[in-house]
């Protein structure tokens, strides 16, 4: 069975570049397919491979501070569902579409608001 994984986490990322290309060394050495977004806000991923492979790049990408917390979800395929891996430097890893849109901080949340009774 194969693995798959979807992350992603808000967070800022000074050297998204150079974090771009040690995830396209590292993900490509192990044989994973699917897809990684890097922006300077964050990292957005799709990874399928082998359950071990891909657990042991998961360890090697929470040993960074900034992804110790990164929560994958999972799911298990007969065969991997992506035809290559492809690794990318976006400006943004979700379009807000909208000038000046930003993420939440860490902390932060969006006001609450009470029910209509």
Known sequence: MI????????????????LAQRLRERAGADGLRGSV???AEGLNLFLAGEEAVLRGFLDWLRADPRFSELPAKESWSESVPFAKLKVKR???II???REH????QVGERAPAVDPVT
């Open 95 to 97: 379009a807000f579409r």
């Open 101 to 104: 849109a930003s993420p939440p």
């Open 3 to 18: 693995l798959n994984i979807a992350a992603y986490r808000f967070v800022a990322i000074d050297d998204a570049d150079a």
């Open 37 to 39: 977004l890097v922006a």
């Open 90 to 92: 976006k400006d943004e």
